[in-house]
Every structure is written in structure tokens, then in C-alpha cells.
């Protein structure tokens, strides 16, 4: 079955406590990307990455890190969490940047108290 | 700075009416998407619009796409309780870039 998956799903955290939230795809997209999804402010976008070893900034990049290694993953690194980054995650991919719509993952609810 | 703008915000409705959702962007991006989000759930793409006057119709949801407007429509035809759901359109920001923007959002409710 073609998906996405995020892990973990639930994240309850404290300031300054690095954390990954991992992503990874089974279609061989080459485009990637991670979005936060905030009440009133919609999705915005974190990073995002056109293929391995390719990423670039999205428009909220602050106080995250991405990597792409491989093709099937582009984890999200905090590596100093703050209450600001409270949110829901996606992370996302399509076969290339500009063609078809996204498949999403089923998100990652991060609380960092 | 890329905007892209959906009204309404909210939309309240009764079942078997007809609707519109709108959708403005502010880039010369000619790929417009939609995109729809159950209640605690992720997104599921709706439609990909990727020239000037494309339509796309999936059951009660037809969406259509004017470039030159800048504009997106996502029409609902004699809604049903189903359809309750946010709607969100996105665009690639183009001018170089592979970012993706999304709309606010339109929070639809179909009463019974």
C-alpha cells in the first residue's frame, strides 16, 4: 500500500530536549516536505526537499533541521524544542516538485511544555 | 510576499444547496491544488489544476482554475452531510522556488 508514515504520532516533550520525528515514503517520490499546522495560521511550510541531499527552506525554517539521506527519508530534527513549536506536523511527498498533488502523512501531534 | 487567500472562512449550509469556495493567490504559479481534511485527520488530495482553464469534477466537487484571475473555484453541487469538512487550496510559488503555500482554509459544515 502506497503511504507515508510519521513516527511517533504523539510527542509530549520539554524545552530543550532534542527530538526527530521521522518520516518516510514507499513510492519513490522525490519530493518530500514537512508542514506545521497551526489553528487560524493554516498549513505552513517547514523545509522541503527535491531529492537526496537537496533541501531547501520553506517558509517557517526556524528552530528545525531536515536531512534527506535516502530517498524514502526526510526526518524533522528539534534540537532545541520551545513552546512555539507546540503544533501538529505533516510531513508530505509527490513524484516530483511541480506535478501532482501531495500524499500526506497521517501527522504528529508535538507538545513541548 | 506569496498570498494565497480562501473565502469563505466558514461556511455553514443546508444539504442539497449549491456553494462556492474561493481561492486567490498572488503568484504567476499556473498549478493550483486542492486538498480536504476530515476532522483529526490528514489531508487527501482533491483535485491537481495545472493549466488555465482546467476543470476537474469528482461527484459533488467540480474545481476550476483562471490563471489570469489568480483565481481557484471549488463549486459544490446539492451538498450532503459527507462533505462536511475544512478545504484547502495550495500553490507552487514558482519564481525559482519549490515552495508549496497553502490557503487559509474553509471550514464547511452541511446540516441536515
Known amino acids: 500500500e502506497a503511504q507515508v508514515t510519521q513516527n511517533p504520532r504523539y510527542l509530549i516533550t520539554v524545552t530543550g530536549k532534542k527530538l526527530t520525528v521521522t518520516c518516510s515514503q514507499n513510492m519513490n517520490h522525490e519530493y518530500m516536505s514537512w508542514y506545521r499546522q497551526d489553528p487560524g495560521l493554516g498549513l505552513r511550510q517547514i523545509y522541503y526537499s527535491m531529492n537526496v541531499e537537496v533541501t531547501d527552506k520553506g517558509d517557517v525554517p526556524e528552530g528545525y533541521k531536515v536531512s534527506r539521506k535516502e530517498k524514502r527519508n526526510f526526518p524533522l530534527i528539534l534540537e532545541s524544542p520551545s513552546p512555539n513549536q507546540t503544533s501538529l506536523y505533516f510531513c508530505a511527498s509527490s513524484l516530483s516538485g511541480l506535478a501532482g498533488g501531495k500524499f500526506f502523512g497521517p501527522g504528529t501531534r508535538l507538545t513541548v511544555l | 510576499e506569496l498570498k494565497v487567500e480562501q473565502n469563505p472562512l466558514f461556511l455553514s449550509m443546508q444539504e442539497g444547496k449549491n456553494y462556492t469556495i474561493y481561492c486567490n493567490y498572488s503568484?504567476?504559479?499556473?498549478?493550483l491544488y486542492w486538498y480536504r481534511q476530515d476532522p483529526g485527520k490528514s489531508l487527501e488530495s482533491l483535485f491537481v489544476l495545472l493549466s488555465n482553464g482546467a476543470v476537474k469534477q469528482e461527484g459533488r466537487l467540480m474545481a476550476s482554475l483562471d490563471t489570469k484571475a489568480r483565481l481557484s473555484t471549488l463549486h459544490i453541487t446539492a451538498a450532503v452531510h459527507d462533505l462536511s469538512a475544512t478545504y484547502f487550496c495550495a500553490v507552487d510559488a514558482g519564481s525559482g522556488t519549490y515552495k508549496y503555500i497553502f490557503g487559509t482554509g474553509t471550514r464547511l459544515k452541511v446540516l441536515a
Open positions: 503568484t504567476t504559479s499556473d498549478r
